[in-house]
Nanobody, 121 residues
Framework: QVQLAESGGGLVQAGGSLRLSCAASAGTFSLHDMGWFRQAPGKEREFVAV????????MYTDSVKGRFTISRDNAKNTVYLQMNSLKPEDTAVYYCAAGRWGTAPDNFGSWGQGTQVTVSS
């Protein structure tokens, strides 16, 4: 398994931006597809974005298309989520995950602890 640690969350006003980072333990990071998920209070964990092992393919949930960008730097064992034009409904705990391509949480076997993102109106 890959050890993951998210950072970069915080409180931001609507319309603002945040950049989340997820640092992975060295070793097999570049072999894994990486995903970002989020979970709001009282709701199930939902898919946000995924990037394949090389960074050549990405996929987003409809609600963040055009606002969020997932990227990775395999030399730094890090995956990023750039979030622009944030909305109050983006408020959630954001998790990064390592696994195989897809949108289902079950596709991913390693998870970080999560980082809180709060967007005020």
């Amino acid at each position: 398994q890959v050890q993951l640690a998210e950072s970069g969350g915080g409180l931001v006003q609507a319309g603002g931006s945040l950049r989340l980072s997820c640092a992975a333990s060295a070793g097999t990071f570049s072999l894994h597809d990486m995903g970002w998920f989020r979970q709001a209070p009282g709701k199930e964990r939902e898919f946000v974005a995924v990037i394949n092992w090389s960074g050549g393919n990405t996929m987003y949930t409809d609600s963040v298309k055009g606002r969020f960008t997932i990227s990775r730097d395999n030399a730094k064992n890090t995956v990023y989520l750039q979030m622009n034009s944030l909305k109050p409904e983006d408020t959630a705990v954001y998790y990064c995950a390592a696994g195989r391509w897809g949108t289902a949480p079950d596709n991913f076997g390693s998870w970080g602890q999560g980082t809180q993102v709060t967007v005020s109106s």
